[in-house]
């Protein structure tokens, strides 16, 4: 996948777990789980928004794009 998720780093760096992200965001543990471990297909910016303000970050704090090399995979 090109778009890397850095949750879990943030969540290090402010010294808050998995849980307590949860319930200040209003997200599932499920729903931030597949999130964090990179299988998410979309995410709402209202919910981008929500775990920014809670973490005290800016969406690339979160988010990383990387190229993906086609001729590697052959």
């Known amino acids: ?10 969540l290090a760096k402010r010294k808050m777990s998995v849980t307590e ?4 965001v209003g997200i599932t543990m499920a729903n931030l789980s597949i999130l964090k471990n990179g299988k998410a ?9 929500a775990v920014c303000r809670v973490l005290e ?3 690339g704090d979160i988010l990383e ?3 993906e090399d086609d001729t590697q995979e052959e």
């Not at 996948?1 to 943030?10: G, N, Q, R």
């Not at 992200?21 to 200040?24: D, F, R, T």
């Not at 297909?41 to 928004?49: Q, V």
């Open 41 to 49: 297909k979309a995410i709402r910016l209202s919910t981008l928004e």
């Open 21 to 24: 992200l949860s319930e200040k």
């Open 57 to 59: 970050c800016q969406p």
């Open 65 to 67: 794009y990387r190229f």
């Open 1 to 10: 996948m090109a778009i890397i998720i850095h949750i879990d780093v943030m």
